[in-house]
């Protein structure tokens, strides 16, 4: 199947910027979306950014202008760069990856259960 490793998290001021980056390793499926999702205790997961296999985005409004998803399809690599942080960015954020649309999945919707294959996570702390 696939694996996914997040890296990158940290402690941060309000207003600063941190990247956060996701090894994918094993099976790669070609129409495969991936995605950013955050969860903070007591609180539902939430969709912040998607990106499908021909480089189309789709962000949440809370992080829309101060995020942005990229991948480096060579390295295997899915990237989240956040700009302008603020404390209610503080969450676990997760990488997700899924089988694509040839698998029946959907993309760019922000919905957790599109995906297929998760990480175990990176902590993102934001101060103010």
């Known amino acids: 199947q696939v694996q996914l490793v997040e890296s990158g998290g940290g402690s941060v001021q309000a207003g600063g910027s941190l990247r956060l980056s996701c090894a994918a390793s094993?099976?790669?499926?070609?129409?495969?979306?991936m995605g950013w999702f955050r969860q903070t205790p007591g609180k539902e997961r939430e969709g912040v950014a998607e990106?499908?296999?021909?480089?189309?985005?789709s962000y949440s409004d809370s992080v829309k202008g101060r995020f942005t998803i990229s991948k480096d399809s060579a390295k295997n690599t899915l990237y989240l760069a956040m700009n302008s942080l603020k404390p209610e960015d503080s969450a676990m954020y997760y990488c997700?990856?899924?089988?694509?649309?040839?698998?029946?999945?959907?993309?760019?919707?922000?919905?957790?259960?599109?995906?297929?294959?998760w990480g175990q996570g990176t902590q993102v702390t934001v101060s103010s």
């Open positions: 997700a990856s899924n089988k694509g649309r040839w698998a029946g999945r959907r993309c760019l919707h922000l919905v957790g259960d599109e995906y297929d294959f």
């Open positions: 990106i499908d296999s021909g480089g189309r985005t």
């Open positions: 094993g099976y790669t499926y070609s129409s495969a979306c």
